[in-house]
Nanobody
């Protein structure tokens, strides 16, 4: 497993922006995929966005396309999730995760390292 440290959550109003960060605390992710997932109370954990660590190709859930942007800083071993035009339905605990895989299927079970989670709350 790869220790991951997240930061950047908070309480914002609808329409505001937040940026989440996730760093590999021991210097390297050692995985080809970095994903962002979220879990709202009473709901299953769902894929939000992801980045191939080596190619920087990104993937998004339909619910966040055009509003969220995933990126990575290779030199800093850090990935980011820029969230714009936030909506109340984006309220959840957000997790970054490191794992392996290919294609457009991003499943939580393919990720073996998880950050501690950060709360994002969007008020209407």
């Amino acid at each position: 497993q790869v220790p991951l440290v997240e930061s950047g959550g908070g309480l914002v109003q609808a329409g505001d922006s937040l940026r989440l960060s996730c760093a590999a605390s021991e210097g390297s992710f050692s995985r080809n995929r970095m994903g962002w997932f979220r879990q709202a109370p009473g709901k299953e954990r769902e894929f939000v966005a992801g980045t191939n660590w080596y190619t920087a190709i990104t993937y998004y859930a339909d619910s966040v396309k055009g509003r969220f942007t995933a990126s990575r800083d290779y030199a800093k071993s850090t990935v980011y999730l820029q969230m714009n035009s936030l909506k109340p339905e984006d309220t959840a605990v957000y997790y970054c995760a490191a794992g392996s895989g290919s294609g457009s299927n991003w499943r939580p079970l393919d990720f073996d390292s998880w950050g501690q989670g950060t709360q994002v709350t969007v008020s209407s």
